[in-house]
């Protein structure tokens, strides 16, 4: 288990991270999300001893993070850093041994990775052969290799397709099944809402958001409404509570002051009976995320 207790890490007079805690248990997936800046990338420095945090403590299983603990972690930071003249092999074997493993029992695996991850070309070619989308996921194999128990993942998605991204998810799922603990930052929160038991939303430096996922959506209330109707959008915007209408797929999202304003609309819309679709649901993350930063702008 991973626990982060009150960090703070100041730049001079600059707060990168204020007064930061949060906790990851043994097979559980915290997503961390904010605007660039936010403090996401100080946050891993600091778990990873890169940063020493001016106020706080972090332990990794009741004990501070120490040379032994880092052996145990799987980091892949925004900023990739992979030897291009090396082969896909050589890297992977470099931090493969970093963390303490053995040649010949790495060497087994790679050729498994490479299917795993539909790596397109050989073990045995230079990286600088590979595309980038395939050096990308040579840097996630080196990052998985030795099968971490804790998995720090900054903006692990970018520069992945769709399909790959997909990959991706579903090894970091593999991983915590296992057992793994894991934080990743991503702004897509498309990926956050897919794979993480918890969140943390950090807005300049400060957690203004956490806990478990469908909690925190449920807590907005159900305020989203999908619809599928042949009312129009200026009989809906007549109704007191409507904030926002928009097109979706075969219908339209109506974004609501309060639920009870869904109940207005259930019964405009069915009072001729039968409609397609009705669907009042908790805002979308990316929604949570969008009031959290007026409010705090707001503030």
Same mark, same amino acid.
Request: hydrophobic share 40%; charged share 25%.
């Given at each position: ?14 707060? %990168? ?20 800046? %936010? ?23 009741? #004990? ?25 092999? #050589? #890297? ?43 050096? #990308? ?119 609501? %002051? ?18 397609? %679709? ?22």
């Amino acid at each position: 288990m991973l626990e982060v207790k009150n960090i703070t890490k100041k730049f001079g007079n600059f707060i %990168a991270v204020e007064d930061e805690s949060f906790k990851i248990d043994d097979g559980k997936i915290l997503g961390l999300i904010g605007q660039n800046g %936010a403090g996401k990338s100080t946050t891993f420095k600091m778990i990873l001893n890169f940063l020493k945090p001016d106020q706080g403590e972090i332990f990794w299983n009741g #004990q501070k993070i120490s040379d032994p603990t880092l052996d145990e972690i799987g980091f892949l930071p925004e900023e990739r850093g992979i030897d291009v003249n090396l082969t896909a092999e #050589q #890297q992977i074997l470099f931090f493969a041994e970093l963390h303490g493993l053995k040649r010949k029992e790495v060497q087994g695996k790679i050729d498994d990775w490479f299917t795993r991850f539909d790596v397109r070309g050989k073990k045995t070619d230079k990286i600088k052969k590979f595309s980038k989308g395939n050096q #990308q996921k040579i840097q996630i194999i080196a990052t998985l290799i030795h099968n971490p128990k804790l998995l720090i993942l900054d903006e692990p998605f970018s520069g992945l397709d769709p399909v790959n991204t997909s990959l991706f998810l579903n090894e970091i799922k593999i991983a915590a099944k296992n057992g793994a603990s894991v934080i990743f930052s991503s702004h897509d929160m498309g990926n956050v809402s897919e794979i993480s038991d918890d969140i943390l939303m950090l807005i300049k430096g400060k957690a203004v958001l956490s806990g478990d996922i469908n909690q925190v959506r449920s807590s907005f209330g159900r305020t989203q409404l999908y619809l599928e109707s042949p009312i129009s959008n200026d009989e809906l915007r007549k109704i007191n509570g409507v904030l926002d209408i928009s097109n979706h797929e075969l219908g339209r999202i109506i974004r609501l %002051a309060d639920e009870k304003t869904g109940e207005k609309i259930f019964k405009l819309v069915t009072k001729n009976g039968f409609i397609p %679709a009705f669907s009042l649901q908790p805002p979308t993350l990316d929604e949570i995320f969008r009031i959290k930063i007026d409010n705090f702008t707001n503030e």
